[in-house]
């Protein structure tokens, strides 16, 4: 029964081992990666940072980087959560195999002392001799064999558990020592997060002095983003015009076919002496959701699209989101993001999210703008310096679309996500 509970015990600990290193290994490479992309954004704020002048980018890869901080120091926080739970684990498995040791030595002790009492060939005959019956000598011999190949066993059993228990003992100590470095890891971000914090104030602060060429510089982008949406909607729309033509062809085609087949019943109807059957419904029109997905390849596209949200690529192969979707308030200035900023390697290339057909390529103050249609569903690509795409070309997940361009000395790609013209937020659809 010890035996069991021991290699029970053991199981156990193996499992739990296997989970935790799992877990570990899952958030040493989130931290890792979070450390990659701290580093991009370090340099990309090294170059930002260089010009006198101010700039929304320099604010934004700033912001990134202070979030990205706190990320990394909650991968810590539950590395060394994770740690903990190894330590009590090991602890608890050293104490069960000091006392599973404990009572071996005693039961060995104990046989020790038996094997004293009857050491010499002699007490063993006479042992044998002193049985009843030949049946019980028997047992006697037996029993004598098997308590000497059980001791063998017993000290196999207590160097095996002595062994095992040195094991955890060293398992544990490095754990210890691993959960001391972490402590002290965790201590520099929260020294570095604190100096990110103070030049994000210093950042700020340097802002009013420099308010009305911001606000300048504001107010142009949303006049460049005002034009951008412009173009979009319009190339929805033509899109969906489309979709109407060919939807209103086929429908004019069918109409044609069911009033052929209603004025040939009407005729029969007459000739038999017949009250004539009754006209078709007139076709209900579609809304533009429907006339996006009018066809079975476009209405494939759109479900294949719908059903990869959190699952789909990024557009670029690495980078981080500097600027997030939806309102934003920098001091006085207030601006709309209808996608993302993704603050890229510069000269990297942009990659098509999801199959599809592209829309538009447009050029504007120098930037180019791809829109590919996904069914009903629309992603947006812009500032990209080159374009390898033209409008009706077909493209497949991550097939290179072009490349970004610089703004403000930052490679910043910006990539929207829409269902027919309205706006969605990326960071729910590309994967984590």
């Not at 319009?234 to 069918?254: S, V």
Request: charged content about 30%; hydrophobic content about 35%; proline content about 2%.
């Amino acid at each position: 029964m010890k035996l069991h509970k021991f290699v029970f015990i053991l199981i156990i600990s193996v499992f739990s081992v296997a989970a935790s290193a799992q877990t570990a290994n899952e958030l040493r490479r989130k931290k890792e990666a979070i450390e990659r992309d701290i580093e991009q954004l370090q340099k990309s704020l090294t170059k930002t940072a260089n010009g006198k002048k101010l700039t929304l980018q320099q604010i934004n890869v700033i912001n990134a980087q202070i979030r990205l901080r706190q990320d990394k120091i909650g991968a810590i926080n539950s590395e060394i959560k994770n740690l903990d739970n190894q330590i009590s684990q090991n602890t608890n498995t050293v104490h069960t195999l000091q006392g599973q040791l404990g009572d071996l030595k005693k039961e060995y002790a104990g046989m020790i002392r038996f094997a004293q009492r009857n050491r010499n060939a002699y007490e063993k005959m006479m042992f044998i001799f002193a049985a009843k019956d030949f049946n019980q000598a028997y047992k006697r011999i037996k029993y004598l064999q098997q308590f000497s190949q059980y001791r063998k066993k017993q000290a196999g059993y207590i160097e095996n558990t002595q062994q095992d228990l040195n094991g955890k003992i060293k398992v544990l100590d490095r754990t210890l020592r691993e959960k001391s470095d972490l402590l002290k890891e965790q201590e520099r971000e929260r020294e570095r997060l604190g100096k990110d914090k103070s030049q994000q104030s210093a950042v700020l602060n340097n802002l009013s002095k420099q308010e009305r060429t911001f606000k300048k510089d504001i107010a142009s982008k949303q006049r460049q983003r005002a034009q951008y949406d412009r173009m979009i909607r319009a190339a929805i729309q033509r899109a969906i015009e489309e979709a109407r033509r060919e939807e209103a062809r086929k429908r004019a085609a069918e109409e044609a076919r069911l009033a052929a087949e209603a004025k040939a019943a009407a005729a029969k109807a007459k000739a038999e002496n017949r009250p004539a059957p009754a006209a078709p419904p007139a076709a209900k029109v579609k809304t533009n959701s429907e006339a996006l997905t009018a066809t079975p390849e476009s209405a494939r596209l759109s479900e294949g699209f719908e059903n990869n949200r959190g699952r789909l690529p990024w557009p670029v192969a690495t980078g981080q989101i500097t600027e997030r979707f939806g309102m934003h308030k920098v001091d006085q200035a207030t601006y709309t993001n209808d996608g993302v900023d993704i603050t890229t390697s510069e000269g990297a290339t942009v990659r098509a999210v999801f199959s599809g057909t592209v829309k538009l390529v447009q050029n504007y103050l120098g930037k180019n703008l791809v829109l590919i249609s996904h069914g009903e569903y629309f992603t947006v690509y812009q500032n990209l310096k080159s374009v390898n795409v033209s409008v009706g070309s077909k493209v497949d997940t991550k097939d290179a679309i072009g490349t970004v361009a610089n703004t403000e000395g930052s490679a910043v790609l910006n990539f929207q996500i829409r269902r027919v013209s309205t706006p969605l937020n990326p960071e729910a659809w590309i994967s984590k």
